[in-house]
C-alpha cells in the first residue's frame, strides 16, 4: 500500500480490525520511509449481473427500495424490511462468488419476505416470476396455503409429542 503522504511504495500493517459486521476491514498502516500511520478501509465487492449483462455492485439499499414497494400498505416496519435486506446480502455473500445473477437474488429475497408478510411476498413474487394469469396467483396462493397446512400439522404433532 503506497504512502498517502510520502509516496513510498511500501508500508507495514500495524494493527487489523472487522467494521460493519465483518463487511470491513480496517487496517492501521504505518510508512517505513517516513514514520506516519494511516488507515485503510478494505472491503470485498460484490457485484450483480443483470439479465441484460450489466454488471452493478451489490445493494441493500435497492432490495430494501423493492421490498419496501411490496410491503406498501401492509403492518411492516422498516426494521423488519432492513433486517429482511441484511439477511439477504448475508446469504448473497455466503455463496463466496464475487459475481452473482440477479435472479439468485431476487430468489434470496423470497424465503424471508414470504415469513415477513405473504401478501408482500405475493405481490413481490407476481412481478419478480412475471405472473401472466390469475392461474399463476392460485397457484402461488395454494402453495403458500400448502406451507401453512404443513406448519400448522407439525406444530400439532410437536404440542401432542410434548403434552403425551
Known amino acids: 500500500m503506497r504512502c498517502p503522504y510520502c509516496r513510498h511504495a511500501d508500508s507495514r500493517v500495524v494493527d487489523s480490525r472487522e467494521a460493519d459486521d465483518g463487511q470491513l476491514i480496517r487496517r492501521r498502516r504505518s510508512c517505513p520511509e517516513c514514520g506516519k500511520r494511516f488507515t485503510t478501509v478494505e472491503e470485498a465487492v460484490l457485484a450483480v449481473v443483470k439479465r441484460s449483462g450489466v454488471t452493478e455492485p451489490f445493494s441493500r439499499t435497492k432490495i430494501i427500495g423493492g421490498v419496501r414497494k411490496a410491503c406498501q400498505g401492509r403492518p411492516v416496519d422498516d426494521d ?84 403425551g
Open 80 to 163: 423488519s424490511i432492513a433486517l429482511l435486506a441484511q439477511r439477504v446480502e448475508e446469504t448473497v455473500r455466503a455463496k463466496g462468488a464475487a459475481e452473482i445473477p440477479s435472479h439468485e437474488v431476487g430468489l434470496a429475497i423470497l424465503g424471508p419476505l414470504r415469513d415477513l408478510d405473504e401478501v408482500a411476498y405475493l405481490r413481490f413474487a407476481s412481478v419478480y416470476r412475471s405472473f401472466d394469469s390469475l392461474a399463476d396467483f392460485e397457484r402461488e396462493i395454494e402453495t403458500l396455503r400448502a406451507r401453512a397446512r404443513e406448519g400448522a400439522e407439525a406444530g400439532a404433532a410437536e404440542a401432542a409429542g410434548r403434552a
